[in-house]
């Protein structure tokens, strides 16, 4: 069992930043893949990045080269760092970790955190 909270959401302007923050109930180091999705009003969940267990990530097309996921064992926390923020971005933000055990994988899931960027 994994539970993930978020934080760090919240209304910033075009162009600024935003840090999030998603922490787990428990050590990280051997959960297979965590990741930010992503829900706008009306439309699907997206995903916007990925890390791996053993660092490789990936990025939405939409957010290559403007967002940065990281993760760091000790704290037990991935972080979301949001540059060169878009009104396109706002959304309600979420983690997910994903862990497979005895073959089975298991998908868990934060409450969410609201992001809205102004024009």
């Known amino acids: 069992q994994v539970h993930l909270v978020e934080s760090g959401g919240g209304l910033v302007q075009a162009g600024g930043s935003l840090r999030l923050s998603c922490a787990a109930s428990?050590?990280?180091?051997?959960?297979?893949?965590m990741d930010w999705h992503r829900q706008a009003p009306g439309k699907q969940r997206e995903l916007v990045a990925a890390i791996a267990s053993g660092g490789t990530t990936n990025y939405a097309g939409s957010v290559k080269g403007r967002f940065t996921i990281s993760r760091d064992n000790a704290k037990n926390t991935v972080y979301l760092q949001m540059n060169s923020l878009k009104p396109e971005d706002t959304a309600v933000y979420y983690c997910?970790?994903?862990?497979?055990?005895?073959?089975?994988?298991?998908?868990?899931w934060g409450q969410g955190t609201q992001v809205t960027v102004s024009s």
């Open positions: 997910a970790a994903h862990l497979i055990t005895r073959g089975t994988l298991r998908d868990y």
């Open positions: 428990r050590s990280i180091f051997s959960i297979n893949a």
